[in-house]
């Protein structure tokens, strides 16, 4: 296949139905399953691969939805090998059951079958907006709806997704399978209005005159990090966030230079060097400041990027990146052992380092922000912020975790929203109730 | 250096180089598949079944049971005797004798009537068999007057072989159908007309599965099926439970038999040598994985005479018919506690779920742990050893007498692959 075919095309294929009974047979399936406690988002493998092993495909698909309308996607960028993986009872035979994989044929069948589990409740509640449409905000988004409030993204790109549809690799989730969960949550009720920055297009207190009751802040972290060293503003000196950006929407159709070093090791810099790779890189260095096994990317994205001939430079941190006629022609690494050094001929160079915030000031100014200019609030309680009308979740809170993490925390803010709304509705209510007994006393 | 051990065996006064056939079936219709498999080491042939009858076959005509990730659990076929004429068969016969005159060929045969199994015969043993197969047991022939209809009577089992018996001088085999109670009756019936050998079993009448769009059994033949031959390991069991009764009967047991259903390996092989037979017949395990898999069963079927000091099949067979006893005879003194093995154990809970749903609730679960623990409900039955998916981690263990039962030796299995 074309390089750039397969940057397209899923690496991993899917089951078959042959193939699915085969893997859900080798399950033990374990009288306390412990991939299900090991789900942050409360998927239940040890009942959907029950329902496989039954033949009950529809019930796992039910199974799967009713608890995660991104199940889809998760099923393809869940770090499963930390954690439903990790539990599974199997390990201690030979290898775990491949429950990720297992749960993207389960949404698969889903789509063939043309099942719709998740029905639009009217929406008969108060008006909610999600600010940013990343993966916490359209888990909270579905929850909401089902709910029956009425529901509005606000997005500033053309696009809902964040890093889902402008970051991860289309080999790893293809844009279609972000596009169909996105319309599945726009057919539960959801609105989504594009091209809109909250704090700059609309304001929160318009949106408040507006009737929006609470808001949901998921606006995730989208600033590249940098290190300051000698060379980064160089031409051919980027991010994982602007690089990757670019190579998504454009289904690939980028510049991408011949030799490129990423700088980072987990997996948004496993992303950029399999997209250069695929995109026609001719050599790839990952240059990661510490081991492989201290590494965080998941360790498919690692075998997937080997497989393609990346090299790794490990426990070496970027020292200066080299220039000519402004131009990147070379980055040195420092050894973490303070001998070593290597210097790597290079034309671009991309940090995947991690993100921070946005100015979250210029959308709520008086919201409260930790050190790290990242919102205070608890995602696994209540996702509460300073402000009672603003809850918030996912990387903006936490500053960068897993897509599952941030459905976690956006189921968590469902709850909370609901939570919040309801007892004002009853208060209002009993107000309502006392200024009518008034009145009749009067 | 591989160990070949003579695996030579008289069945009815002939010699196979091994006791390893070819059923009458699929597996055998013509020259060419006979040949590849008696290069393939196979002993014999029992050539599929030849007739006046020409058979007209259905499309498709075969299915599979399965369970879990594992197809051909059983298999059923649809087939009925050869479908090429006869002249041509026995053509295919004589030349098979006359290429391969060591190896041992067997002409199955079936008739509608005493005329034809008296000419079938004949021809037969013209063509230069070895020895005749009376097919009384094929479950879907499209006539009445044959297969096993014929089988589930005695009276015409017994005319049958008479009529066969006396028109030929070789020795003659009457093959059973399983789709009756009692094997015993049509075999004591077949060697009371004068038949020398029984073999058994031929298939069992099934319906593997239903085709729920089309509301009709597997396989769809234009919207309908039928009830046909199920075949192939699941079957196994109940082969090896005809052929230990009938060599457990008074009338029967010094009867040689040509054993068949399920065998797949040189261990099916050993089960059926053990329990009495002399001959051995395969056919679903070759439809599945083609003649070659006889490799295995001689070469299996060696080291395991080698292990165990066996030095002929002959010292084999039916060394463990003594053994299967009525149930009114087992030792009931005792109980076997297991034992797990609580590092080898994986903390799955499937043995807890079973003892507590399927048999005493003598597994408690340490949530904590996430391991089992056996209490004083055991009554020794073993579920939660066959349900472990660990090698190894469930054993029998301490053997309890009941009260008031005098303690003695007992014989138990230790090791469980």
């Known amino acids: 296949m074309e390089t750039k075919q397969k940057y397209l095309t899923e690496a991993v294929p899917s089951f078959t139905p042959r193939t699915a009974m085969e893997e859900a047979a080798r399950c033990l399936l374990c009288h306390d399953a412990p991939c299900s406690k090991a789900c942050p988002a409360g998927t239940n493998p040890g009942k959907f691969i029950r329902s496989i092993r039954f033949r009950n495909i529809k019930g796992a698909a039910e199974t799967i939805r009713e608890n995660n309308v991104l199940g889809g996607i998760c099923a393809r960028v869940c770090p499963y090998d930390k954690l439903c993986e ?18 993207r044929y389960v949404t698969d ?11 639009a409740v009217e929406a008969t509640k108060e008006k909610v907006a999600c600010i940013g449409s990343g993966p916490a905000s359209l888990a909270a988004a579905a929850g909401l709806a089902l709910k029956g409030y009425k529901v509005t993204v606000f997005e500033e790109k053309e696009k809902a997704g964040g890093f889902l549809t402008y970051g991860i690799i289309p080999s790893r989730l293809p844009q279609s399978v972000v596009d169909e969960e996105v319309q599945y949550i726009k057919d539960l009720g959801v609105e989504f209005k594009f091209n809109c920055k909250v704090g700059k297009d609309i304001t929160i207190e318009e949106l408040r005159k507006e009737g929006y009751a609470a808001f949901f802040l998921a606006t995730g972290t989208q600033l590249p990090k940098t290190i300051d060293i000698p060379g980064v503003d160089l031409d051919g000196v980027t991010t994982a966030v602007d690089f990757l950006a670019a190579a998504k929407p454009n289904n690939g159709d980028i510049e991408v230079g011949e030799n490129v070093v990423v700088i980072g090791g987990g997996d948004v810099a496993m992303d950029c ?10 050599k790839v260095t990952v240059l990661y400041r510490r081991t492989q096994e201290e ?16 090299n790794f430079a490990y426990t070496f941190r970027p020292g200066e990146i080299l ?16 001998e070593s050094k290597i210097q790597l001929k290079a034309d671009k160079v991309i940090f995947a380092i991690g993100q921070k915030a946005d100015d979250l000031k210029e959308i709520v100014a008086d919201i409260e922000l930790n050190e790290k200019n990242l919102v205070v609030a608890d995602e696994e309680a209540d996702c509460k912020t300073n402000i009672p009308y603003i809850f918030a979740a996912g990387d903006v809170v936490n500053g960068g975790k897993t897509v599952v993490h941030a459905v976690a925390a956006g189921k968590v803010a469902v709850d909370s929203i609901d939570e919040y709304l309801t007892s004002i509705r009853e208060i209002e209510a009993t107000d309502k109730e006392v200024a009518a007994e008034k009145e009749g006393a009067r | 250096m591989a160990i070949k ?15 390893f056939c070819l059923s009458s079936s699929p597996v055998g219709s013509n020259y060419e598949m006979c040949s590849k498999a008696l290069e393939a080491g196979w002993g014999g042939v029992v050539y599929k079944t030849v007739g006046i009858f020409i058979a007209d076959e259905c499309s498709p005509r075969f299915d599979n049971g399965n369970k ?29 004798k006359k290429d391969y005159p060591n190896k041992v060929l067997i002409a199955s045969i079936m008739g509608s009537n005493e005329e034809e199994w008296a000419k079938l015969a004949k021809l037969v043993t013209e063509a230069g068999a070895d020895m005749i197969e009376c097919n009384f047991s094929c479950p879907q022939m499209t006539s ?24 030929t001088h070789i020795p003659v085999i009457a093959k059973m159908t399983p789709n009756i109670g009692n094997m015993e009756i049509p075999a004591i019936a077949a060697i009371e007309g004068g038949a020398h050998s029984i073999s058994a079993i031929n298939t069992i009448k099934s319906i593997t599965n239903l085709d729920l769009d089309h509301l009709t059994a597997m396989p769809v033949v234009n919207g309908k099926s039928s009830i046909s031959g199920y075949s192939g390991a699941a079957c196994k069991p109940i082969a090896l439970r005809f052929i230990a009764q009938m060599k457990q009967h008074p009338k029967l047991k010094d009867v040689e038999i040509s054993g068949m259903g399920g065998i797949e390996t040189w261990r099916d092989a050993a089960e059926f040598i053990m329990l009495g037979c002399r001959n051995l017949q395969v056919t679903t395990a070759i439809m599945q994985y083609g003649y070659r898999i006889v490799e295995d069963m001689i070469s299996g079927l060696s080291y395991f005479m080698e292990e165990k000091g066996f030095n002929s099949l002959d010292e084999m067979v039916g060394i463990a018919l003594p053994n299967i006893i009525p149930a009114e005879e087992l030792d009931r003194d005792f109980k076997i506690i297991p034992k797990i093995d609580d590092e080898k154990c994986v903390g799955c809970g499937r043995c807890y779920i079973s003892c507590f749903d399927g048999a005493h609730q003598a597994i408690d679960w340490d949530e904590e742990k996430r391991r089992p623990v056996i209490n004083d409900n055991c009554v020794g039955c073993h579920l939660c050893l066959n349900i472990c998916p660990v090698q190894g981690c469930i054993t029998p263990g301490e053997v309890k007498f009941k009260e008031g039962r005098e303690p003695h030796d007992v014989i138990f299995k230790t090791k469980y692959e």
């Open chain 1, 109 to 119: 069948q889903e789509k063939a079958f043309g099942m719709k589990i998740l029905k």
């Open chain 1, 273 to 282: 060097a399999t997209t250069a790779r695929l995109l026609g890189a001719k």
């Open chain 1, 323 to 338: 220039g000519k006629d402004g131009k990147v022609v070379a980055i040195t690494g420092e050894g973490t052992d303070g």
């Open chain 1, 86 to 103: 990790e539990a599974c009872s199997r390990t201690g035979i030979d290898r775990p059951i491949q429950i990720g994989r297992l749960q």
């Open chain 2, 68 to 96: 879990e990730g594992t197809p051909w659990i059983g298999f059923k076929n649809m087939e009925q005797i050869s479908d090429k004429p006869l002249e041509k068969n026995l053509e295919m016969m004589s030349k098979l």
């Open chain 1, 295 to 310: 590494m965080p990317a998941n360790k498919e994205e690692l075998k997937f990027a080997q497989s393609l001939g990346v």
């Open chain 2, 5 to 19: 051990k003579d695996l030579s065996i008289e069945y009815l006064g002939v010699k196979f180089e091994n006791p």
């Open chain 2, 144 to 167: 009445h007057a044959m297969g096993s209809d014929v089988g589930q009577n005695p009276e015409l089992v017994k005319k049958y072989s008479k009529i066969v018996s006396e028109a």
